[in-house]
């Protein structure tokens, strides 16, 4: 490893698992101290105490839950350098069918938390003219969608929106703000809730032939996380194996 998030501190929401738990394994694989937070607690510390993370339990659809977390991280560290948010949930119900509360606790999830998030940690790293903030979207909501999920694409298409807002706004701090759009991953949720049949019919439609890994999307989460991308802020990197790139069902060029 290239220890490229040395003396760095960083905060990661919603990391108990799948795509949050290969994002801490990742950060403190280049150096980087972590605290991770999540609503499942045990989860969350039987992660923690595995990879050698700090753990808080988080909602990070309530302020006092993410002021606290962003509060820990700085007394645990001396600062938050990081702020990762990857919090979110999916609920498949079709339009028609959702009811108020449903839609409420999906926006309060993915996007207002997004913004809680943000503000909260906004007022720790202006104060060193220093900030990475990185959230994880979707293709679902800015790229594609699919029968059942109008809110949860309507939440990923409004952090996008607000990813562009936040950077423009924050930037006079030295702080980034960008975004990731993950394809399909293959964590524990789609194996324990999803058919092998639907794993494939998944993998049919990416071109390069796989799910994704949440190292893989931890990988770009590293590169927008560095001083590497110093330069970049507002925009979002798809991870998705091509999968949003093809017209049609027919794309391989030697199909079996």
Do not use: C
């Not at 609920?91 to 449903?102: A, G, K, Q, R, S």
């Not at 590293?222 to 330069?231: H, I, K, N, Q, W």
Request: proline share 3%.
């Amino acid at each position: 490893m290239t220890k490229r998030l040395e003396k760095k501190s960083a905060l990661v929401i919603g990391a108990a698992r799948g795509i949050g738990a290969g994002i801490v394994a990742r950060f403190i694989a280049e150096g980087a101290q972590v605290v991770l937070a999540d609503t499942e607690l045990a989860a969350g510390q039987a992660t923690a105490q595995r990879l050698g993370a700090s753990f808080i339990e988080t909602n990070i659809a309530h302020a006092r839950d993410v002021d606290a977390a962003v509060a820990h991280t700085v007394e645990q560290f001396g600062g938050l350098d990081i702020l990762v948010q990857n919090a979110g949930i999916y609920p498949w119900t079709l339009i028609e069918d959702i009811d108020l509360e449903e839609w409420d606790r999906v926006m309060a999830v993915n996007l207002r938390g997004t913004f809680l998030a943000a503000r909260s940690a906004l007022a720790v790293m202006k104060q060193k003219n220093y900030g990475r903030m990185v959230f994880t979207s979707s293709i679902t909501g800015p790229r594609v969608t699919s029968p059942g999920h109008g809110h949860y694409s309507a939440s990923k298409a409004g952090i996008n929106g607000f990813i562009k807002a936040a950077a423009l706004e924050f930037a006079s701090y030295g702080i980034t703000v960008n975004g990731v759009e993950p394809g399909n991953v293959l964590t524990e949720a789609i194996t324990e809730h999803r058919s092998q049949a639907f794993i494939k019919g998944m993998e049919d439609s990416i071109p390069l032939g796989r799910l994704g890994t949440p190292a893989d999307i931890a990988n770009a989460v590293l590169f927008l996380s560095s001083d590497e991308a110093s330069y970049i802020t507002g925009t979002t990197i798809i991870v998705d194996g091509g999968q949003t790139l093809p017209e049609g069902k027919d794309f391989r060029i030697r199909p079996e």
